[in-house]
């Protein structure tokens, strides 16, 4: 187990490696001189040329990256171009935004999805099933800034129950976290169906009430949590998701996160943020995966890592 | 004095079959169409027949594993499907099932320590301490080494999970034991290891079983009595010697002409039927076997026989034929 840990640690070193290339490079192929962005409009030709000499742009691309790892393996993302602060600090504090505003979003869509699907399956072509299987349908069908859009005109502007932007308090988050998470609850209660309904149709869930395992038991203990492999992974896949697409409801409900930040740092042609801020992003949902994966061996007896 | 352990009166299983948007009913397999049959203690009924005969989802009905639709199951003298649900969990301790596919029918994650503590404990049948025990003696009497209790299921072979099966629906101490294609799955030297198996357990524990198989080489061995299903009716039923050395229903003869002869020498006469089996939904009228039968006349497509008994058949044996008579002194001719 320790074993198959380290090892998938190991893995994640290429993987990471990747991303700083591909994301360096790509900066870099983007037309745009941030000297010039920084220098503003009105500089002169002499005033850019020094802010490029200054921001080491005229090195070559290669040396340029290399002196960016070095800094990087060091915990030293470097400076932001526009205002001039460290990337580590500038990003941190956005990441744990969208962290939370993820974290809550997927935990909102495991408690509707789970219950959802479970409710479902087990009354499969009931009125309830459709019921939900529409509501699914809606639920993945709707943008989620349109969503947004909807529950602060409702919520906020028709109601007044709930702030219309902002995070931190708890009924400022509550809007958001519902915009973002539907769509994610919509998935996992399809999922949940799917994988129970194949589950359920299996002849050992008719052996445990063979044995006269009570119903909610035969559900909860036998039945499900066989079908969760394919529930688990796609929470995994989410989680990831909404961590680096919540710039749209980021934006809608004027969350500082790290989203709208990365959005704002390529149109200015802020590279050291960009990079720090999708380095933080891969890292984090290679991390997911990697306790999505330690998830199966408790989940599939079948699964041995040794 | 034979007692009957397990009756089973005009049961039905009907399944729906839903469409539209709506998913309103629009008809219904018939899949077990009133049959009745019965189940004396310490014997083995076997019920034969093709695939989707309804030989499984009799047993399935017996036990409440489906919702019948209308019929009586008496147990020991009380209806198994009128009692209510928490009853009829404590009755699954002395009525249980093997199922066919043992790749299918046990948990994936539970251990087999975990697979019979279960039965054990939900049927409170072995107080716990005495359980580790219980499940020691379990596992040798279906040849399994102790050794082998935390175990996944994965880790052990087809006939070995089958025994796990066994075990399983041993634990429990039942009455009376369903056996759904049990040995289906297995090679056949396995098959042989779990027929003899069952039977000693049958001579050991005084069980009942109603044993349910298209294979009848296996049901020939196995078997005190035999009742043949085509498409949800019991056709014919009587002792084992009766329906293999003395078949009266043409479906029943059709069928036993399919079993291999061990002596290529040997010529036998087979008997093909026309056609396929119609559809359970809206099955023939009458007599189900009319569309096939080579005897059939008019009353078969209109009347539905019942099971009878004629002069020349012994014991309990019936047959659900308008033309036993005729067919027997060769009045009436096949037509093919």
Known sequence: MIQFIIRRILQTVPVLLGVTILVFFMMHLIPGDPAQVIAGEAANEEQVEQMRERLGLNDPLYVQYGTYLMNALQGDLGDSIRSGREVTAEVSSRFWVTFELAFYSTLLSIFIGLIAGIISAVRQYTFSDVGIMIAALFGLSMPNFWLGLMLMQYFSLNLGWLPVSGWGT????????????????????????????????????????????????????????????????????????????????????????????????????????????????????????????????????????? | MTTKLLEVNNLKQYFPIKGGILGRTINQVKAVDDISFYVNEGE??????????????????????????????????????????????????????????????????????????????????????????????????????????????????????????????????????????????????IQAQVLNLLKQLQRDLNLTYLFISHDLGVVRHISDRVAVMYLGKVVEIGEKEAIFDNPKHPYTKSLLSAIPVPNPRKQKERIILKGDVPSPINPPSGCRFHTRCPFASDICETVTPELRQTNSMEGTHTAACHFIEEIESGRKHPSY
């Not at chain 1, 809608?252 to 380095?279: C, H, K, M, T």
């Not at chain 2, 019920?47 to 639709?69: F, H």
């Not at chain 2, 093997?98 to 409170?124: G, H, K």
């Open chain 1, 170 to 306: 708890p009924d400022r988050i509550i809007l958001p976290v519902l915009a973002l998470g539907t769509a994610g609850a919509a998935i996992i209660a399809r999922m949940t169906r799917s994988s129970m309904l194949e589950v359920i149709s299996q002849d050992y869930i008719r052996t445990a009430r063979a044995k006269g395992v009570k119903e909610k038991y035969v559900i909860y203990k036998h039945a499900l949590k066989n079908a969760m492999i394919p529930v688990v992974t796609v929470i995994g896949l989410e989680f990831g998701t909404l961590l680096g697409g919540a710039v749209l409801t980021e934006t809608v409900f004027s969350i500082n996160g790290l989203g709208r930040y990365i959005v704002e740092s390529i149109g200015a042609r802020d590279f050291p943020v960009v990079q720090g801020s999708v380095l933080v992003i891969a890292l984090v949902f290679v991390i997911v995966n990697l306790l999505v994966d330690i998830s199966y061996r408790f989940l599939n007896k079948r699964i041995d890592f040794n």
């Open chain 2, 44 to 189: 083995t009924l076997s019920i034969v027949g093709e695939s989707g005969c309804g030989k499984s989802t009799t047993g399935r009905a017996i036990l409440r594993l489906d919702k019948p639709t209308s019929g009586e199951v008496i147990f020991q003298g009380e209806d198994l499907l009128s009692i209510n649900q928490r009853k009829m969990r404590k009755k699954r301790k002395d009525l249980q099932i093997i199922f066919q596919d043992p790749y299918a029918s046990i948990n994936p994650r539970q251990t087999v320590r975990q697979i019979l503590d279960e039965a054990m404990d939900i049927q409170n049948v072995v107080p716990k301490p005495e359980r580790l025990d219980r499940m020691m003696e379990l596992l040798q009497t279906v040849g399994l080494g102790s050794h082998q209790l935390d175990r996944f299921p994965h880790e052990f072979s087809g006939g070995q999970r089958q025994r796990i099966g066994i075990a399983r629906a041993l634990a429990v101490n039942p009455k009376f034991i369903i056996c759904d294609e049990s040995v289906s799955a297995l090679d056949v030297s």
